[in-house]
């Protein structure tokens, strides 16, 4: 298993204005993935981060908006672009341990 | 495109009634099928992974079991503290992002 923690763990943004979104494992994966998880709904992939390259992005989902890096096996970090009051919602990391993954707590976004 | 349905979307529950959660599944050629607990506030947290049909794993009060088409959550005698959000996601062989169903929320009273 792993244990994955984010930071922050909630922030209130202006619309307009960008946050980070920090993901750290406890021991190294060779996958790591972000969703969001908005407000009632399920959970819904935005990218995986790719060690060493750029993330691949499902569709609906693009890198101006959300660049990701990862510049190691156990961090990675999401960036909300240019925030918008759609953009509310829970942002979740995972990391994968063989076919499994495990996720962070999740960080609540509010733009206002 | 992968899709996974859950079924029902509520459960209510008395302490000690059994029931069972469903998952359905459309997926080319599937590696896993996995349950997440989810609690409000909280990320999704591991439960289990089935990999090939008739295979079942336990784990307290919840078996999961697998078909070729479905998955079902079994509570067994649920007790407050089992009340939660059930994900159901499945992993396709050609990759390992896991798609989600929308989960069921089972509230279990004492």
């Known amino acids: 298993s792993a244990v994955i923690s984010q930071k922050p763990s909630r922030d209130i943004c202006q619309r307009g204005t960008s946050l980070t979104i920090q993901c750290q494992v406890d021991s190294q994966v060779t996958m790591m993935f972000w969703y969001r998880q908005q407000p009632g709904q399920s959970l819904t992939l935005i990218a995986t981060?790719?060690?060493?390259?750029?993330?691949?992005?499902e569709s609906g989902f693009v890198i101006d908006k959300f660049p990701i890096s990862r510049p190691n096996l156990t961090f990675s970090t999401l960036t909300v672009s240019n925030m918008s009051p759609e953009d509310s919602s829970i942002y979740l990391c995972?990391?994968?341990?063989?076919?499994?993954?495990?996720f962070g707590p999740g960080t609540r976004l509010t733009v206002t | 495109e992968d899709q996974v349905t859950q079924s029902p979307e509520a459960l209510r529950l008395q302490e000690g009634e059994s029931s069972s959660l469903n998952c359905s599944y459309t997926v080319s050629g599937l590696r896993g099928l996995f349950w997440y607990r989810q609690d409000p506030g909280k990320g999704p947290e591991f439960l289990f992974t089935l990999y090939s049909a008739g295979e079942e794993k336990e784990k307290e009060r919840l078996k999961a079991t697998l078909t070729k088409k479905e998955s079902f959550l079994h509570i067994t005698a649920p007790k407050p503290e089992d009340s939660a959000t059930y994900l159901c996601a499945v992993q396709a062989s050609r990759d390992y992002k896991l798609s989600f169903g929308a989960g069921t929320t089972v509230t279990v009273r004492a």
């Open positions: 995972s990391g994968g341990v063989g076919y499994e993954q495990y």
């Open positions: 981060a790719n060690q060493g390259s750029e993330a691949t992005y």
